[in-house]
């Protein structure tokens, strides 16, 4: 299955979001200079192969069967834009520190992975969190989708 949720918020470019925050704020008014920083969230996002089971779900359940999904992961970042290059981050850091996650992820058996013992997409975001956000200032939000219809959104709050 190929994971394609509703993008409520458009789609400027394959697998990046840029929204502005109308409630810039202003900066250098003390020093008679007058200049608006903009806020933005940018995302990028990334997909795996894997299976996984769901031990603790009761008896019977379907999804305590072996089976697998095609996952996608949106990684968010929020924060002031850098007048200087006009980003917010270059999407090749969020990349890079995903890279070694996906190396771990990708058509692995989820379960066999350490804090993945019983990997429903709520304790996968907290694994991508606790993950990612040691090097990446400003993560934001991290959504997973498991099907196209069925996914975890996380801000971090454990
Ligand atoms: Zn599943």
Redesign the pocket.
């Known amino acids: 299955m190929q994971p394609n949720g509703p993008r409520p918020n458009g789609t400027p470019h394959a697998g990046v979001t840029c929204l502005t925050n109308p409630g810039a704020s202003l900066r250098g008014a003390a020093t008679g200079g007058l200049l608006v920083v903009m806020r933005a969230r940018v995302t990028k996002d990334f997909r795996f192969e894997a299976a996984?089971t769901?031990p603790s779900l009761p008896e019977g359940h379907k999804?305590r069967q072996m089976?697998g999904?095609s996952f996608k992961v949106e990684i968010s970042i929020e924060g002031e834009v850098d007048e200087s290059v006009g980003w917010v981050y270059d999407h090749k850091k969020i990349s890079e520190a995903m890279a070694p996650l996906l190396d771990v992820l990708d058509h692995a058996y989820l379960n066999d992975i350490e804090g993945l013992e019983s990997p429903t997409i709520e304790r996968m975001a907290g694994w991508f969190w606790k993950k990612l956000s040691p090097q990446l200032p400003g993560l934001a939000e991290i959504v997973i989708f498991?099907t196209p219809t069925a996914r975890c959104s996380f801000k971090g709050e454990f």
Do not use: F, K, V
């Open positions: 996984h769901l999804c089976h999904h498991e």
